[in-house]
């Protein structure tokens, strides 16, 4: 019996020993120049915190890939057991799920996540969207994009977009749809048949809320990468357990029993990295000088209005005047460019730690541990640096408390002093931006009494809210052998439970220590910010029975 070879190329992983990818995808893709690309951009913004974080979108998408592969495996494993007549090339859709796992990032701005929000224009989704729906020439995936009000990030679109335009023969014509789904994570919800139901599951297991193989590796790699110590996650135990349950239309992904003991450790490893590595406020802080960076080299070199164009990210690329045609932009790249401007700072801050500002607290829990027993105060505080936010966004300032800021809003208050009426709803816009002074006036003072600099920067983040919170975890469906139908994670399992934050919002507040080599005292901040917390609170109760008796 001739058995076909494939001829193969093998890449040594730290992680999973050896990758081997076939030829034809090594010269098809692998050895692109759009794919080499991302060797050129970092997976992550940790190496402030762990210096050995430096691995690449490149090791990534072949990881994805690797784990792609097993979970294809299981996946025609179950196939087979389930469906008496293959009405359909399964393969084929294996072969585009599996492309669509190694070309999953190879539309990543450098330095990732930090720099894709340069993708984003006031309509970038809906022109992403527009363009992506012509050239799969889907008018269904149009509808459903309205409908579901579907919204992919930016790398998942722009990466989409590289793929169809520059690997668009390899895909095939009939595949281009449903290739890009699995990288959006967009399923099919109108008229799912004739196999649409397969092809929701392989979407699933590249770009889903919980579990997929793109989240396994990055959870698996990050640690590694970082040596930070998580909980194992055995990802052989669970994908060689993925199986299908269902037929056509109606089947969808669920996992055998065996995958029980692994199936909560992803959401505790992906919860951990994000809780204690992503919202760390010297990775934040990082990425603020990165996307500072970026913004000026876009603006002052680039000159392209904070939006990176698609050419950037080809061998095609855009002329520069001064510096030629830049192409395959990558992180290299921006840094290049930073270091050859004019002004040195815009480079300087990210190479020189000495120049960096530092953090009054390091976590939302040492956070409210200053404040703690101060519940109605703290409300009051954070919705104040809520309001300043967006008061500053206005003036189209930085979020930096500082001389500069303080005197623009003096000037603000001079000026609707000057122009405004009695009606009440301008003097209480008065009202707010004395408020917001007087807080400016208190960092200043306190910047005086501690002999540093009046120079305070406010990064802002989302509130933790852990992945066992999400339905999507407890309806997870597991699979066992004497029972006739696939049981919900939560009715055979005593998950964890999870609550919500009562905040959306939270930030971090960073000072310079002037040349200081010991920290700085806080207790006069906390005293302070306490003092104006309760000020308004006061006025508040005030301005309440004043209304009640009116």
Same mark, same amino acid.
């Given at each position: 019996?001739?058995?076909?070879?494939?001829?193969?190329?093998?890449?040594?992983?730290?992680?999973?020993?050896? =990758?081997?990818? /076939?030829?034809?995808?090594? *010269?098809?893709?692998?050895?692109?120049? $759009?794919?080499?690309? !991302? %060797?050129?951009?970092?997976?992550?913004?940790?190496?402030?915190?762990?210096?050995?974080?430096?691995?690449?979108?490149?090791?990534?998408?072949?990881?994805?890939?690797?784990?792609?592969?097993?979970?294809?495996?299981?996946?025609?494993?179950?196939?087979?057991?389930?469906?008496?007549?293959?009405?359909?090339?399964?393969?084929?859709?294996?072969?585009?799920?599996?492309?669509?796992?190694?070309?999953?990032?190879?539309?990543?701005?450098?330095?990732?996540?930090?720099?894709?929000?340069?993708?984003?224009?006031?309509?970038?989704?809906?022109?992403?969207?527009?363009?992506?729906?012509?050239?799969?020439?889907?008018?269904?995936?149009?509808?459903? =994009?309205?409908? /579901?009000?579907?919204?992919? *990030?930016?790398?998942?679109?722009?990466? $989409?977009?590289?793929? !169809? %335009?520059?690997?668009?023969?390899?895909?095939?014509?009939?595949?281009?749809?449903?290739?890009?789904?699995?990288?959006?994570?967009?399923?099919?919800?109108?008229?799912?048949?004739?196999?649409?139901?397969?092809?929701?599951?392989?979407?699933?297991?590249?770009?889903?809320?919980?579990?997929?193989?793109?989240?396994?590796?990055?959870?698996?790699?990050?640690?590694?990468?970082?040596?930070?110590?998580?909980?194992?996650?055995?990802?052989?135990?669970?994908?060689?357990?993925?199986?299908?349950?269902?037929?056509?239309?109606?089947?969808?992904?669920?996992?055998?029993?065996?995958?029980?003991?692994?199936?909560?450790?992803?959401?505790?490893?992906?919860?951990?990295?994000?809780?204690?590595?992503?919202?760390?406020?010297?990775?934040?802080?990082?990425?603020?000088?990165?996307?500072?960076?970026?913004?000026?080299?876009?603006?002052?070199?680039?000159?392209?209005?904070?939006?990176?164009?698609?050419?950037?990210?080809?061998?095609?690329?855009?002329?520069?005047?001064?510096?030629?045609?830049?192409?395959?932009?990558?992180?290299?790249?921006?840094?290049?460019?930073?270091?050859?401007?004019?002004?040195?700072?815009?480079?300087?801050?990210?190479?020189?730690?000495?120049?960096?500002?530092?953090?009054?607290?390091?976590?939302?829990?040492?956070?409210?541990?200053?404040?703690?027993?101060?519940?109605?105060?703290?409300?009051?505080?954070?919705?104040?640096?809520?309001?300043?936010?967006?008061?500053?966004?206005?003036?189209?300032?930085?979020?930096?408390?500082?001389?500069?800021?303080?005197?623009?809003?003096?000037?603000?208050?001079?000026?609707?002093?000057?122009?405004?009426?009695?009606?009440?709803?301008?003097?209480?816009?008065?009202?707010?931006?004395?408020?917001?002074?007087?807080?400016?006036?208190?960092?200043?003072?306190?910047?005086?009494?501690?002999?540093?600099?009046?120079?305070?920067?406010?990064?802002?983040?989302?509130?933790?809210?852990?992945?066992?919170?999400?339905?999507?975890?407890?309806?997870?469906?597991?699979?066992?052998?004497?029972?006739?139908?696939?049981?919900?994670?939560?009715?055979?399992?005593?998950?964890?439970?999870?609550?919500?934050?009562?905040?959306?919002?939270?930030?971090?507040?960073?000072?310079?220590?002037?040349?200081?080599?010991?920290?700085?005292?806080?207790?006069?901040?906390?005293?302070?910010?306490?003092?104006?917390?309760?000020?308004?609170?006061?006025?508040?109760?005030?301005?309440?029975?004043?209304?009640?008796?009116?």
């Amino acid at each position: 019996m001739n058995q076909e070879v494939t001829e193969v190329k093998t890449f040594k992983d730290p992680i999973y020993g050896y =990758i081997e990818i /076939e030829n034809a995808l090594i *010269a098809g893709v692998v050895d692109t120049a $759009v794919f080499q690309r !991302l %060797r050129d951009v970092v997976q992550t913004s940790y190496t402030p915190l762990y210096s050995s974080a430096v691995h690449t979108r490149f090791a990534h998408s072949l990881g994805v890939y690797y784990l792609g592969r097993m979970a294809s495996g299981a996946f025609l494993k179950s196939f087979r057991e389930i469906s008496a007549e293959e009405n359909f090339d399964i393969k084929e859709l294996l072969r585009v799920f599996m492309l669509a796992c190694l070309l999953h990032d190879v539309g990543h701005a450098p330095f990732s996540h930090t720099g894709e929000k340069f993708y984003l224009g006031s309509e970038a989704h809906k022109e992403f969207h527009q363009l992506i729906v012509d050239l799969v020439n889907d008018p269904v995936l149009e509808k459903e =994009i309205v409908n /579901e009000s579907y919204k992919a *990030a930016p790398h998942e679109l722009m990466s $989409v977009i590289v793929s !169809l %335009r520059e690997f668009g023969d390899l895909i095939g014509e009939d595949h281009k749809s449903f290739f890009a789904r699995c990288v959006l994570g967009y399923k099919y919800t109108m008229g799912v048949d004739n196999g649409k139901g397969y092809q929701n599951c392989l979407i699933e297991l590249l770009n889903s809320k919980i579990i997929d193989v793109d989240k396994l590796d990055y959870l698996i790699r990050d640690s590694y990468m970082t040596g930070y110590d998580t909980v194992k996650i055995d990802y052989v135990r669970l994908l060689n357990n993925i199986c299908i349950h269902g037929e056509g239309e109606t089947c969808r992904i669920c996992y055998r029993k065996a995958a029980l003991s692994v199936i909560e450790n992803v959401v505790y490893a992906h919860d951990s990295e994000r809780k204690w590595i992503q919202k760390h406020p010297v990775v934040l802080y990082e990425a603020y000088i990165v996307e500072n960076m970026i913004r000026k080299v876009m603006d002052e070199v680039l000159k392209c209005d904070d939006k990176i164009a698609y050419e950037y990210l080809t061998e095609q690329g855009q002329v520069v005047d001064g510096y030629g045609t830049v192409r395959l932009l990558g992180d290299s790249d921006i840094l290049f460019l930073a270091k050859t401007m004019t002004e040195p700072e815009i480079a300087g801050e990210y190479y020189n730690r000495n120049a960096r500002k530092h953090p009054f607290w390091k976590s939302e829990a040492e956070f409210h541990a200053i404040f703690e027993g101060n519940d109605e105060q703290l409300d009051i505080i954070e919705e104040e640096f809520a309001e300043l936010e967006t008061y500053f966004r206005t003036l189209g300032l930085p979020f930096i408390l500082n001389q500069k800021a303080l005197e623009a809003i003096e000037k603000e208050i001079e000026y609707t002093e000057k122009v405004m009426g009695n009606e009440e709803g301008k003097q209480q816009t008065l009202k707010m931006k004395q408020y917001h002074l007087e807080w400016m006036r208190m960092f200043r003072k306190y910047a005086h009494d501690q002999d540093i600099g009046f120079e305070f920067l406010v990064i802002s983040t989302e509130q933790f809210n852990s992945g066992f919170k999400k339905t999507e975890f407890s309806n997870i469906e597991v699979v066992f052998p004497e029972i006739k139908k696939p049981c919900r994670l939560n009715a055979v399992s005593n998950v964890l439970k999870a609550g919500s934050s009562e905040r959306e919002k939270f930030f971090f507040l960073f000072y310079s220590r002037k040349g200081k080599a010991a920290g700085i005292k806080i207790s006069g901040l906390v005293t302070g910010m306490l003092k104006l917390a309760n000020q308004k609170k006061e006025r508040q109760e005030i301005e309440n029975k004043e209304e009640q008796l009116n």
